[in-house]
DNA sequence: AGTATAGATGAATCAAGTTCATTTTTTTGG
DNA sequence: CCAAAAAAATGAACTTGATTCATCTATACT
């Protein structure tokens, strides 16, 4: 038995479960869920019914499959846009915007290879899960830098940031898909970002400071002056509305 | 053809019907989607298989009245929960305790009952449609409430805000359902609401403020205090780190 | 070419939802 | 109170889609 047959037959193995795996997001993406049976994938990958069952154990395990691909390309893309971009606030629009567009495009598909593992936690198991940590694991680095740098807070745990982030999105490219028509995806995401980086910045670029501290700051020189000024003239600083009401 | 006949009778069906969704909601809950077949839940109601068609038109049409049901008692809760707290926080906190713990309960059943819908806008014909859009319109009630006493910003859209609230909510129960044993929900549920409201608010209670404004506020004291001094002494003022960092 | 082995096929089986002819229960009128 | 009519309930039969498996076809090796 030579290697490089071997090889190549693996090789063969391979590729036909890539082309299954291509023709089952293709029926789910243009026949939608409902018509996604069996029979459509199998025709779509030109193949017989029970040929499926050679590659696959059931169509679950397809499913799962095709969503490990969907997680490992986006793995790929998510690492390659975080190394495009070099803040904090450019890598997360980067990566909100790859997921909004990606799931978007492939929800049909993830919810329902999803469903049945979502109550169970027999889901931890799975492939799936593996790829789906090594996805998220991207965020997290994203996170843990700009603690780091301290440009995220740190007194909240990056598991709870997370989900907000992949929650609210994953929301709300559902309630896109509802709006019939598509609308300015990019704007509408830039506004889900304002809200999360706000909530989770530390020193947000948005116009936000923080608060106590600024004030002790400003007290600190407050005090100088004033000392200063009492030697001096006698002219007194304006100082009104320091709590501020809008 | 009496009066209090049909009543009794109208009655009668009705209460079928409630006893036919609570199995329903029972069979999910302590028997998992999985074993949520009819069968299962026709026994659970006392009934045979094909009663239930006589009350429902199919399984799905059974499952979104569930849903349905779950969302009016969710609902009434909630406007209670409002009612009894009076500042938009503890309103908010109220609210995210509520949907985080009900839907850790039912979860299965609404990812069931959803989950075919969710890819096509026919689901906005649906009644389930209707009482979400009612169970929401108690949170977005409590935002506009805030934003008109200026504790919300309001340059953001409500949608988005609501979105990144129950999105998150979910997805955080979601991973809840997965770490095996629920961990203090309440502290987690509060680390999520610290992201969150710091992202919402306009004049956020936990040390922040609005930088532009202390900003030019500041400029403008030191401006007056540098013309000042030079008329007077001429130790000058430390002003370093403006801008801060950590 | 001839046999062995891997790969593919689609008819048969199975499972769950749904329908419907039949049976049981309830209502109504005499 | 009884019988006919109407309503409600039943579960066996049907449908659809996933899965299995006996059989067939192509490929590899001598």
Do not use: C
Request: hydrophobic residues 40%.
């Amino acid at each position: 038995m030579p290697e490089a047959a071997s090889k190549t037959r693996r090789e063969k193995v391979e590729e036909k479960e890539r082309a299954i795996l291509a023709a089952t997001r293709a029926v789910f993406r243009d026949k939608g869920p409902e018509d996604a049976k069996i029979t459509a994938i199998a025709q779509a990958a030109n193949l017989a019914e029970g040929t499926v069952y050679l590659y696959f154990k059931n169509k679950q395990a397809l499913l799962m499959a095709a969503v490990s691909e969907f997680y490992a390309e986006l793995t790929q893309d998510a690492e390659a846009a975080v190394r495009a971009a070099h803040e904090t606030e450019g890598r997360l629009t980067a990566l909100a915007q790859l997921h909004f567009s990606r799931v978007l495009d492939e929800w049909p598909l993830i919810a329902e290879a999803m469903g049945p593992y979502l109550p169970s936690p027999e889901y931890r198991e799975t492939e799936a899960y593996a790829l789906n940590r090594r996805y998220v694991a991207v965020f997290d680095g994203v996170i843990r830098d700009g603690v780091s740098r301290g440009e995220i807070r740190a007194d909240v745990s990056v598991a709870v940031m997370r989900d907000a982030f992949y929650g609210g999105l994953e929301h709300f490219a559902r309630s896109a898909r509802l709006r019939d028509s598509l609308p300015d995806t990019q704007a509408e995401v830039a506004q889900f970002l304002t809200v999360f980086t706000a909530g989770i910045m530390d020193r947000p670029s948005a116009g936000v400071l923080d608060g106590a501290r600024v004030i002790r700051r400003l007290q600190g020189v407050i005090t100088d002056i004033e000392d200063q000024l009492r030697a001096g003239q006698q002219d007194d600083v304006e100082m009104q509305d320091g709590e501020g009401t809008q």
